[in-house]
């Protein structure tokens, strides 16, 4: 079993609609991250959060420490939100580094 | 403000030949991380460094691979003797001093092993 599962693994989506993307991880964990990956590649970090809830724009990212379970909701969704979003762990025991990867979840949104 | 400046963007190396990868941390930020992702797979944490110290290398390869972070320029992967099994895209990530700050992305090197 992997230590971080996301779902869905792919989301089609239509413009306006409200999208949610899960997370649940086994370990404990000092942070969390939200990463979303262009096409091209490129990497942006969303959202680093330890505890309760932050919002950027359309997106908002919550996290509840003792069901080790993470969302990220994008409201409003555009076709310019597709990409591949990313949920990382930092291990509680580990460096601040040492990140483990969620699988992503490959997001569409049609015009 | 210049982001994480990862170069090249694309690199073609033959089997058996040494690969170097760059990565020039944003303006004010210490500590970098290497991440590799391999092709239909996610990523994966490789190394950790500060300023002429490796801080956490437990995701690096026992074999062929080493990173380093010198005092002046930029934190450089190298990898010896390539395979095609290297053939990845390899992300560098860069954060300030404090602990509990987001990294930032570059925009990755793109490896290919013929």
């Known amino acids: 079993k992997n230590e971080v599962e996301q779902s869905p693994q792919n989301l089609t989506a239509q413009e306006g609609e409200f999208i949610t993307i899960n997370c649940s991880y086994s370990?404990?964990?000092?942070?969390l991250h939200w990463l979303q990956q262009h096409p091209g590649g490129g990497i942006v970090s969303l959202f680093m959060?330890?505890?309760g809830k932050k919002k950027h724009g359309r997106l908002i990212a919550t996290i509840n420490i003792q069901e080790k379970h993470s969302s990220l909701h994008i409201t409003a969704s555009h076709p310019r939100d597709s990409a591949v979003y990313i949920c990382?762990?930092?291990?509680?025991?580990?460096?601040?580094?040492?990140?483990?990867f969620g699988k992503g979840t490959k997001l569409s949104v049609k015009p | 403000n210049a982001g994480v400046m990862q170069n090249p963007r694309h690199l073609v190396r033959r089997r058996g030949q040494e690969a170097r990868l760059r990565c020039s941390p944003m303006?004010?930020?210490?500590?970098v991380y290497w991440y590799r992702q391999l092709p239909e797979e996610g990523l994966k944490f490789m190394v950790y460094?500060?300023?002429?110290?490796?801080?956490?290398e437990s995701g690096m390869p026992k074999e062929r691979f080493s990173a380093e972070f010198p005092k002046e320029g930029p934190s450089i992967l190298r990898i010896q003797q390539v395979v095609r099994g290297d053939s990845a895209a390899y992300f560098c990530?860069?954060?300030?001093?404090?602990?509990?700050?987001?990294?930032?992305f570059g925009d990755g090197t793109r490896l290919s092993i013929l």
């Open positions: 303006k004010g930020h210490s500590h």
């Open positions: 370990v404990g964990i000092s942070a």
């Open positions: 959060l330890s505890s």
């Open positions: 460094l500060q300023k002429e110290n490796i801080i956490d």
């Open positions: 990382a762990v930092a291990d509680y025991g580990g460096s601040q580094g040492n990140l483990i």
């Open positions: 990530a860069s954060s300030p001093e404090t602990e509990s700050q987001p990294q930032h």
